[in-house]
């Protein structure tokens, strides 16, 4: 599984999913992506993941941060999750696939706006969180 951090002219880009039972971030507003194919090549899968859900082309600048997590709570299988940085071309973001909505943030308001479960992985992942602050600087 692939959640992206994506960037363009100094704001990060999030969605919110649609209302879906059973769903574990139903109605949250998230970082965007999703999973890999069977075959496909990472960073390609993480290009098509955003453009699915955007419409945007981006480039992928790397990986910020690797980490497992229960995928639904009380589940006993985790995810594997990679968090990655990319850059969009364009802000033209338009919410496709299983997004109610997008829409670009400040990196100083990034966990206000997110939803509780991503809120608490930047800020209790040290990579994620070092790699926020370095853009709120920027």
């Known amino acids: ?33 999703g ?7 990472l960073e390609q899968g993480v290009r098509r993941e955003v453009e699915e859900e955007t419409g945007l082309e981006s480039r ?16 006993e299988k985790n995810a594997l999750r990679f968090v990655f940085h990319v850059k969009a071309r364009s802000h033209n973001a338009e919410p496709d696939d299983d997004l109610a909505a997008l829409k670009w ?9 997110l939803g509780e479960r991503d809120a608490q992985r930047v800020q209790e992942r040290e990579a994620q969180r ?3 602050e370095q853009l709120k600087q920027n």
């Open 1 to 33: 599984m692939a959640a992206n951090i994506i960037t363009h002219e100094g704001e990060i880009l999030i969605g919110r999913k649609e209302n879906r039972e059973g769903h574990p971030i139903s109605g949250m507003w998230h970082l965007l992506g």
């Open 60 to 75: 992928v600048q790397g990986i910020v941060d690797a980490m497992t997590f229960p995928w639904k709570d009380g589940q």
């Open 130 to 132: 070092k790699f926020v």
């Open 105 to 113: 943030v400040n990196p100083e308001d990034l966990t206000a706006e």
């Open 35 to 41: 999973h890999i194919d069977h075959g496909e090549d």
